[in-house]
């Protein structure tokens, strides 16, 4: 990449790059300056530091998750929702398990807007179970624990049982859905 094609974005592309090869640790500022073909001080005009840089990294993934699940879930409801949302978000780890794991997990400004977005689809798909207020906090902290979790344990090597992975995400998702179902107290 010439020089004069950088920008924040291009940056964020780079960076992306490294870590879709070498994992989130091999992301450097040195490594993305060397990419892109210029000194590491060039890349100073568009990011300030390293942190920086893994905020953009974390907010991108963010967004494209987002934009994922919610294309997933457009024009569905309830059941059908429910299992297109977790189907998307678990494929979108299984394509980018390293971005997945750049994401920064502890609440940063640049990351709250494809965060949100992320809540909202989720919030969405949700919907059609009644859950209001605090219920709806609740199951959207729940579904979001279990399509992470699993999804994680799976890029990472975590499920070393013969049995099918498919079949026990299908239980994960069957699971969920019965519970949305139950009746409130």
């Not at 020089?3 to 992301?27: F, K, M, N």
């Not at 450097?28 to 590491?40: D, E, F, K, S």
């Not at 799976?154 to 519970?179: C, M």
Request: with cysteine; charged share 20%; net charge neutral.
């Amino acid at each position: 990449m010439a020089r004069a094609a950088l920008s924040p974005g291009a940056v964020v592309d780079l960076a992306l790059g490294i870590i879709d090869e070498d994992g989130p640790e091999g992301l450097t500022l040195a490594a993305v300056a060397a990419r892109a073909g210029v000194a590491t001080p060039s890349l100073y005009k568009h990011v300030r530091n390293l942190a920086e840089l893994r905020v953009s990294v974390s907010a991108r993934v963010l967004g494209d998750l987002a934009d994922q699940v919610g294309e997933a879930v457009l024009g569905r409801s309830a059941d059908e929702a429910v299992r297109a949302l977790m189907t998307a978000w678990r494929r979108y780890v299984q394509r980018w398990p390293h971005r997945y794991q750049a994401v920064v997990q502890s609440p940063e400004p640049r990351t709250a807007e494809a965060g949100e977005r992320l809540v909202a689809v989720v919030t969405a798909a949700l919907r059609a179970y009644g859950l209001a207020d605090s219920a709806a906090v609740h199951a959207v902290r729940c579904l979001r624990a279990a399509v992470h979790g699993f999804s994680v344990l799976e890029a990472q090597g975590g499920f070393g049982l013969p049995e099918n992975v498919d079949e026990s995400y299908d239980l994960l998702i069957r699971t969920l859905i019965a519970g949305l179902r139950e009746p409130r107290a």
